[in-house]
């Protein structure tokens, strides 16, 4: 089995900066993509940002320019930089991994407990 564990989350006001960090453990031959959902209360989670192996990156446009996600592929570790946060980024982060748990096995989706991200006024 695969554990993501995350941390980071709190109470920041408007303008302010989070890091998130999620560290992926257990049965993992390889991570295809590394990624953070959010879901605020009462909408659908949604992705927020997403990055392969290689580095190649994708963001939700509401985060573009704020948000910055990266990897250490060694350390199976996903961070999201959280900067400019405004009002609207409060919600629950998610840390999702698609993990291959065997060279020629299928990609397996695994997420981890979340962490809340507050943005006070």
């Known amino acids: 089995q695969v554990q993501l564990v995350e941390s980071g989350g709190g109470l920041v006001q408007a303008g302010g900066s989070l890091r998130l960090s999620c560290a992926a453990s257990g049965s993992i031959f390889s991570i295809d993509v590394m990624g953070w959902y959010r879901q605020a209360p009462g909408k659908q989670r949604e992705l927020v940002a997403s990055i392969l192996t290689g580095g190649s990156t994708s963001y939700a446009d509401s985060v573009k320019g704020r948000f910055t996600i990266s990897r250490d592929n060694a350390k199976n570790t996903v961070y999201l930089q959280m900067n400019s946060l405004k009002l609207e980024d409060t919600a629950v982060y998610y840390c999702?991994?698609?993990?291959?748990?065997?060279?020629?096995?299928?990609?397996?989706?695994?997420w981890g407990q979340g962490t809340q991200v507050t943005v006070s006024s």
């Open positions: 999702n991994a698609l993990v291959r748990t065997t060279s020629s096995g299928p990609v397996f989706s695994f």
